[in-house]
């Protein structure tokens, strides 16, 4: 019967890898995140926009009598 030491260090995968996707100072992933908080924020101003001032279009569920 074999013996096997199980304290030894293996090759053998051990789980998840971390893999980085892009440079490790994570510039590209700060300038997509201001962007999209940029457009975000351009949504927003146009609904608030709409909101205080109406949308400026005709009613159209008035019923001509």
């Known amino acids: 019967m ?3 030491d199980l304290t ?3 090759r ?3 789980g998840q890898k971390v ?3 892009g440079p490790v100072d994570n510039t590209m ?3 997509k995140l201001e962007k999209r908080l940029d ?3 351009q949504k927003l101003d146009k609904i608030l926009n709409l909101l ?3 949308n400026n279009l ?3 569920n008035k019923q001509s009598s």
């Open 39 to 41: 457009n975000q924020e």
């Open 8 to 10: 030894k260090k293996t």
């Open 29 to 31: 992933r700060v300038i």
């Open 58 to 60: 005709p009613d159209t």
């Open 2 to 4: 074999a013996i096997y």
């Open 19 to 21: 893999i980085q996707l």
């Open 12 to 14: 053998a995968s051990t």
């Open 52 to 54: 205080q001032h109406g």
